[in-house]
């Protein structure tokens, strides 16, 4: 668990971290570069999840040496789909990281929502449903590995 009290907003105590894979942590379909560590050390104080419509075929290579659970989306409502993942995990307990418009509700609904702007952009409803938007997905996961970085963006 990681827990982060942030003065005036809330005290995160977070379980599980459930990304999004395609804009978040890759771009055409290959991890970004430091992303691999960066999982990898989190996920010795919290549960990983990436949920993705795999839409280039390549997420469980290149999620091969990371310690984390892979759920791949069916077709039909992936913004209900991803959501309901974050709700069956504890949406109190979760923190989220997207950029698409199919992360907009699972960042609403998690305790803490993470939206990425990088090489694919970020959708605009995304962008207003995250608690905190980042450049990248390095800096967005160093909000975990350094939790003094959001409590200074979040407090009240």
Not at 52 to 75: P, Y
Not at 108 to 116: D, E, Q, Y
Not at 144 to 152: G, M, Q, V
Request: proline content about 1%; overall charge positive; aromatic content about 4%.
């Amino acid at each position: 668990m990681i827990k982060i009290n942030i003065p005036g907003y809330r005290l995160l105590e977070l379980e599980y971290l459930v990304l999004d894979f395609n804009g978040t942590l890759a771009v055409d379909g290959k991890l970004i570069g430091g992303v691999a560590e960066s999982l990898n050390e989190l996920s010795k104080h919290i549960k990983i999840k990436v949920i993705t419509a795999d839409t280039f075929g390549t997420v469980r290579k290149e999620l091969n040496s990371i310690d984390c659970e892979l759920a791949i989306l069916g077709n039909g409502n992936q913004v209900k789909q991803k959501a309901r993942v974050v709700k069956q995990l504890g949406s109190k307990r979760c923190v989220s990281i997207g950029n698409g418009f199919n992360d907009w509700k699972m960042l609403k609904v998690s305790a803490l929502g993470i939206v990425t702007l990088q090489d694919e952009g970020a959708a605009t409803k995304s962008i207003v449903n995250a608690s905190v938007m980042s450049k990248s997905i390095n800096d967005a996961l160093d909000f975990l590995l350094k939790p003094d970085r959001l409590i200074a963006t979040l407090r009240r």
